[in-house]
């Protein structure tokens, strides 16, 4: 992708190359959430922790990597985001830093709209893709992490249990993979690269592993450990 040869040239030459950015657009995942708790006023309250956020890894591999290229890291991600709303704010978080790379991620929250909404999800992917498009950003759709898969038994607040059978409903039916299957389509039809991390959440699902301890709110919000499988993944689609 032309965002490594960019790296790889300023790690060459620091002085002529321009500066490296990375935007990366999507929901809570993105912008760094983990644990959710209920409050004393009986509020949800999410626990937010940027430095654990895959992007945020990311940058670590590739100063490891490329220890004298400055990467800067947009992080254009916002808790309860659908890629409705991404359309929407996309001038605002995105299109005014011009970023070389455009990393887009966003399914948790859309499925919420039932099978009934997974064309305008398509839809709404589309639009940021052919946006980013015509202004010359590099893009990458990054598929999201699976839901639970079944209730936890560490969940103790009542509100938080009725969000977790709405999404273990939505995982173990067929909604939420229609949503990514629809994702993976359009991705195909825009020409936009895919990196695809439910692919190896469902092959980790397949063999025996319990999904949803793998996840820091045991709803939809992994852990800090799984973020890791996001980043190293997006550097292999990026040196691809």
């Known amino acids: 992708m032309r965002i490594m040869k960019k790296i790889a040239a300023k790690a060459k030459d620091n002085r002529t190359v321009g500066c490296v950015t990375m935007a990366f ?26 430095k654990s956020a895959y992007h945020a890894y990311l940058k670590r591999i590739l ?19 659908t890629a409705a709303q991404g359309v929407q704010r996309l001038e605002r978080d995105v299109l005014r830093y011009s970023p070389d ?19 305008e999800y398509g839809e709404k ?32 607040e009542e509100a938080v249990r009725q969000t977790a059978v709405r999404t273990m409903e939505m995982q173990t039916g067929s909604t939420f993979d229609a949503y990514i299957a629809e994702a993976k389509r359009v991705c195909g039809e825009c020409g936009v690269r895919v990196c695809d991390c439910y692919e190896k959440w469902k092959l980790l ?9 793998l996840l820091s709110n045991r709803i939809n919000h992994p852990t800090r450990e799984m973020n890791w499988l996001f980043a190293v993944s997006l550097l292999e689609t990026m040196m691809r």
């Open 101 to 119: 790379l455009a990393v887009v991620c966003y399914g948790l929250n859309d499925s919420g709209g039932g099978m009934e909404g997974v064309h």
């Open 205 to 213: 699902y397949e063999n025996g592993v319990d999904i949803t301890e």
């Open 63 to 81: 100063a490891a990597l490329y220890p004298g290229v400055p990467v800067n890291m947009i992080n254009a991600g916002i808790s309860g985001d």
């Open 125 to 156: 992917l589309r639009d940021i893709f052919n946006i980013l498009d015509s202004n010359g950003i590099e893009r990458i759709f990054l598929t999201p992490n699976m839901m639970n898969t079944g209730i936890s038994p560490h969940i103790r």
């Open 25 to 50: 657009l999507g929901d809570s995942v993105t912008q760094g959430c983990f644990e959710v708790y209920q409050d004393e006023s009986r509020n949800i309250v999410p626990v937010f922790d940027q």
